[in-house]
């Protein structure tokens, strides 16, 4: 039996978060949830996370300015990179691009289905405990 | 004194967030008490162990779909009112079935929050809560 993950999601819609949380309590998931992006960094150093599910726009700090300060976190502490994956409202051309140069590792566009989600966090959990 | 009844029961059972978003608030907002279920599976499990006013059914789903979840429901002898929200056409023979078994509204995706509320409220006095 494989250890329970441990995701962060963050993300500022309810519902969104209520779907998430369900889905991730169901598969066996432990998570925690940030409202915004200032919530997603407190949590960040505060626990290891194996996988951070980011919405790309969020209130106060959005995924993106989240994302290349949680790099640059790991850089200066020389900490392992935790996967990224973005979840963004509408996959306009070049968003995909603005993800991966702000320093996440992969990209869900909505309307994305629960399958696709877990889909990228099988991938992304699975290959990091592959590196090991 | 106004008799307190018991909140009205929904289900809402989908596999897009964004589909579930809308019907969420606005059953949520109506003060339903609103569950979820991501799947037909999930959704059978939660119709056995608690009863539920209204069902929010989508059609094409992975797992159990929403024609097998009616015709297992049915199988297990829960009784259900069903509305169908779906993004797809129902042929003519799934329709039929569909209103044997409990479905009281057809909603095409993506409707309207304005119409979602009112098309409730007609549940609702149609079903007397």
């Not at chain 1, 599910?53 to 290349?68: H, I, R």
């Not at chain 2, 057809?106 to 007609?122: D, Q």
Request: proline share 4%; aromatic share 6%.
């Amino acid at each position: 039996m494989k250890a329970p993950s441990h995701i962060l999601i963050a993300e500022d819609n309810e519902v969104n978060q209520k779907v998430l949380k369900y889905m991730l309590s169901r598969d066996g998931h432990a998570f925690e949830i940030a409202s915004d992006g200032i919530e997603a960094l407190k949590k960040i150093s505060e626990h290891r996370f194996d996988l951070i599910l980011m919405d790309c726009q969020m209130p106060n700090l959005d995924g993106l300015e989240a994302t290349q300060r949680i790099r640059s976190m790991e850089a200066d502490a020389k900490t392992d990179r935790t996967p990224i994956v973005a979840l963004t409202a509408n996959a306009m051309v070049g968003d995909r691009e603005k993800c991966l140069a702000a320093g996440m590792d992969d990209f869900l566009a909505k309307p994305f289905k629960v399958e696709e989600i877990r889909q990228k966090i099988s991938i992304w959990i699975k290959s990091k405990g592959e590196e090991r | 004194m106004k008799k307190s009844k018991r909140s009205f029961r929904v289900l809402i059972v989908d596999d897009c967030p964004d589909d579930i978003s809308r019907p969420y608030m606005l059953t949520s907002q109506l003060g339903c008490e609103v569950a979820l279920a991501l799947d037909g599976r999930q959704a059978l499990s939660s119709i056995i162990t608690s009863k539920f006013d209204l069902v929010i059914l989508d059609w094409n789903m992975p797992v159990m779909s929403g024609s097998d979840f009616l015709l297992s429901a049915r199988e297990q002898g829960v009784g259900l009112n069903v509305v169908v929200h779906s993004g797809s056409r129902l042929s003519r023979e799934e329709l039929d079935a569909a209103s044997d078994y409990g479905v009281v509204d057809f909603w095409p995706k993506p409707m309207g929050p304005v119409e979602i509320l009112k098309r409730i409220k007609t549940i609702r006095e149609r079903l007397g809560r």
